[in-house]
Every structure is written in C-alpha cells, then in structure tokens.
C-alpha cells in the first residue's frame, strides 16, 4: 500500500474504512452541490434564475428534491420483472462509487493505487451499463427498453474513442495508475493532447448519457428511456447514478488531462475538487448549448469521427514519445493544438451529420 | 465553405450561452414582483356604474355566454327603468369584452385587475353592489382610451430580480 503513511494507526483496515467514509460522503456532497451548479447555471443560460426559493440562493433545493422523492410511494409495474427491477439502481451505483476508488486526492491520498488504474475505471464504469439495460428490460415497458437498448449501443460505440484517447495519456505518462499520471504532468496533459482531450470529453458525455448525447433519457421523445417505470428510492437512485457518474468522469478528466490534485497554493483535494467543478460546468455549458443528435448521428459521430481521430491521435501520441521517450519538448504543444485544429476541420469537410444541410 | 460546419458554429452557440450566464436574467419572482399590465387589459372582472345605467339590457344581450343577468322594473314617473339586479356570472364570462363595446351609456367596463379566482362557485356570480368600481376593483382603459390614459404604462421587465422570498 503506497498511499499508506507508516504512521497510520491500524494500518490497512483504518485505510480503507478512512477513505470509504470519505468517499461516499464526497461523492453525495458533489452530486448535491452538481445538481445546484447544473440547475442555476442552465437556469442563467436560458435567462431565468434556476431554483432559488428553498434556502439561501436556493442552495437547499436538492435536498428538499432527495426529501420529496424518499416520501413518494415506490411503484412496481404488475408485469415487470421484479428481481432485476429491484437490483438495477443498485448494479448501476455500485460502479460508479468503485471509480472513485482509484482517483488521488492527492500524492499517494486514494483508497487503491491500482497499477492498472485507469483500465480498472474503463473496466469498471461499463458494468453501469448492465444495470441500465436491467432497468430497461425490468420494466416491462416499450420505451424503457428502447432506451435502455440506446445506451447499450452508444455505450459499446464510445467506448472504443473513449479507451483509445485515455491509451495515449498512458503513453505519455507511462503509466496505468492515476496517481503515477498525475505525478507525469509537470504540464497538463491537455496541452500535449488536446485532440484526445476533445475526444475524451465527447465520448465522456456519450458515455454517462448528457446531453447532448442523452437520447437515452430523452424525455421529450422516451419520456425518460430506463427510468420511466422508476419511483420513489429507487428513482433517486437514478438520479444520483446520472450525477455521479457526471462527477466520476469530470474527476478522470481533471485527473487525466487537466494535472489531477496539482496546482499551487490551494491543498491538493481541493485543486482537484475545483478542476472537477471546472469540467462539470464545460459539461452544463454544452448540455445548455447543445441540441439532442438523432440516434443515427450519435453513432455516426462515434464512428465515423471520433474513431478515426482517435487512432490517429494514438498513432502521432506514438510516434511523438518514440522520438522523445525522455519526456515531450514544450514546442510539441503548438503541434499538437495545431494538428488538433488541421484534423478537425479535415474531418469536419469529410463528414456530415444527416446529409441535411445544403452549402449554399 | 462555410465555417460554421467545422465547428464554429457550436463555438458560436457556446459563446451566447455564455453572454446569456453572464447577463441579467429576463424572469421577474411573480407573487413578490409584478409587471404592471397592460393599460387595455380585460382583466377578470366586470365593473358596472349604477347611476349611468338605463337597464337597456344592451349588455346582456351582446354577451355571447348570457352571463349577464337584468332585472328592471318601471318607474313611470320618470320615464324610465329602475334597475332591480345586475347579476354577472364571471364563472361563465370569457372577458371577451363585448358588454363594455355595447353599452351605449358608458356603463359597463372590464376590471383592470387579474387575481380574481375564488375558492367556491357561488363566490363567481357578482350582483349589484359588488360589481361597482371601488379602490380594490380599479377600471381598465379598454374600450376608453380617457381612462387608459390615467393608468401607468405596461412594463415588460423589472429592474432588479429579488432572489429570495421576503
């Protein structure tokens, strides 16, 4: 145990009950702190307040929801099935929270530093899937599984620019585990890559179902895909599912991509916690910005994209640390950004959503 | 080639969400800020004037859901009508404003005032007395651009948005 200081009273057990406290507690105060951010800051975009009756500045808004839904009466549909009905939420919340397992509050300061870190996260962040597609099948109901079968699909897609942009932090960090990548970015790997930063963060959003990939849930067309049939506790469960898998991503990105819990003057965790802010609030920015894609073109977008670009930003990340193995010059930054704009807009000309829009 | 296809276009749309976080929100906090209305408003309530009414009935025959109910006896001495009640239904009113266009005597006007809704049905049929204009039952200027004029003007937005509840 790296993370371990040899002082610590106990040893491994006090380590894993320390950091398991203060990880669910962490993860349910940034869901309700996300929730607010998200709710006033898309409220703002759109020229209204958000909420802001309940509390000072509406600040008590979320818990006043988390109230409303515990009283509510839990509903089981008559044909659903009700053994996976029951475990979904559950199957789909349990990997988010193991994500949080490997992500370094600080040097050293995490539950596990996996050497395989960030394929454990990859590995792991899929199963949440399942527990979807169980709700959606549990249900017994048309549109419940029609989205349920959306996020299988755009899941299984994204997947594939999501894992091959994390492959080439890898390759310049040299390291699976997160806290080893973090120690790597004397700068930020945003810099030295920011075309898998693009890629990572759309594939992010596709991949935990926000907008403006969030045709699964889409509730003007699926009136809410998976969770339809959802009520009461088990609805809230839902809930939280979609907000801390929102934190989980933003936490990988910050981690992998933006210098994790580096930074000066302000303590570690926070650094981390104010660049998971930062991310969060570029995802409530496009989810206010964005219009919803049709299914065709979000797997267009997967496969005809972000796939391509993928293996190319892969093949030039290999290249580049081939012929610096000893760590990236500073020059390559203006490279990469360069590439980054010269294959986006290649791919742009070659690549249309739709076929709808006529160049006139 | 338009940039707009290679990207510009969402950073265009980032950008305005932005200037839209940035800016005054455009919503006022409803029960504690109140635009004022319009000054022609037909707000929902009928407002009648017992001494320029002749009980012609023009009113309740021009209203297209007869909710407006007369009855006049005769006061021969004077030649003319002794209006007995005049019963409005406002349940069944869909301040078409109709009545206050008809009435030849200037009698009858739309209630400047929104916030009529009342808790039993019975509370909705209004006579005589209570239809007079009084301070808490103020006269819309539709149909009678003299009385608009003394009205404030319509506003659209309010100036500052208070946050919390008082």
Known sequence: ?360 | MKFERFGTGIIKGLMVTLVHLVRHPTVNQYPEQRLNMSRRIRGNELIWSRERCTGCGTCAKACPQGAIELVTSTVFKDNKYNVETYRVDTGYCIQCGLCVEACPFDAVFMGYSYERAKYRRNDLVQTNDELLESPARPVSGYFHPEIAKGLPDQTLLVEKIVEKRK
């Not at chain 1, 309700?32 to 898309?42: Q, V």
């Not at chain 1, 699964?216 to 801390?244: I, P």
């Open chain 1, 1 to 360: 145990m790296k993370g371990l200081p040899p002082d610590w009273p106990g040893g491994y057990w006090w380590h894993w009950l320390f950091f398991t406290v203060v990880l669910i507690a962490f993860v349910l105060v940034m869901v309700l702190g996300a929730i607010y951010i998200e709710r006033r800051g898309m409220g703002r975009m759109q020229s209204r307040l958000g909420p802001n009756r309940t509390g000072p500045f509406g600040l008590l808004q979320a818990v006043a929801d988390a109230v409303k839904v515990l009283l509510k009466e839990n509903i089981v549909p008559a044909k659903a099935d009700k053994i996976v009905h029951w475990l979904a939420p559950i199957i789909a919340f349990a990997p988010v929270m193991m994500i949080f397992a490997v992500v370094p509050f600080q040097d050293g300061a995490l539950l596990a530093d996996l050497n395989i870190g960030i394929l454990y996260i990859v590995a792991v962040s899929s199963i949440a899937t399942v527990g979807v597609f169980m709700a959606g099948w549990g249900s017994s109901n048309k549109y419940s599984l029609l989205g349920a079968m959306r996020n299988v699909a755009a899941v299984v897609s994204y997947e594939i620019p999501l894992v091959l942009s994390v492959i080439g932090v890898v390759l310049v960090a040299g390291s699976l585990s997160l806290n080893d990548i973090v120690l790597a970015q004397d700068i930020p790997f945003i810099l030295f890559q920011p075309l898998g930063f693009l890629l990572f963060f759309a594939a992010g959003c596709a991949e935990i179902n926000r907008a403006p990939f969030d045709l699964m849930e889409a509730d003007s067309e699926l009136v809410a895909g998976f969770h339809t049939e959802y009520s009461g506790m088990k609805f809230a469960m839902f809930y939280l599912v979609e907000y801390a898998e929102a934190i989980a991503i933003s936490a990988i990105i910050a981690t992998l991509f933006l210098g994790g819990w580096r930074g000066p003057l302000l303590p570690p965790w926070l650094w981390l916690i104010v660049k998971i802010v930062i991310v969060f609030f570029v995802m409530v920015w496009t989810r206010a910005t964005l219009p919803r894609v049709r299914i065709d073109q979000l797997m267009a977008l997967a496969w005809k994209f972000l796939f391509p670009l993928a293996l190319i930003n892969l093949f030039i990340t290999a290249v580049q640390v081939l012929v610096w193995p000893d760590g990236l010059p500073w020059a390559l930054i203006f490279l990469n950004i360069a590439v980054m704009l010269v294959l986006v807009i290649l791919w742009s000309k070659l690549f249309r959503l739709g076929w709808g829009r006529l160049e006139v």
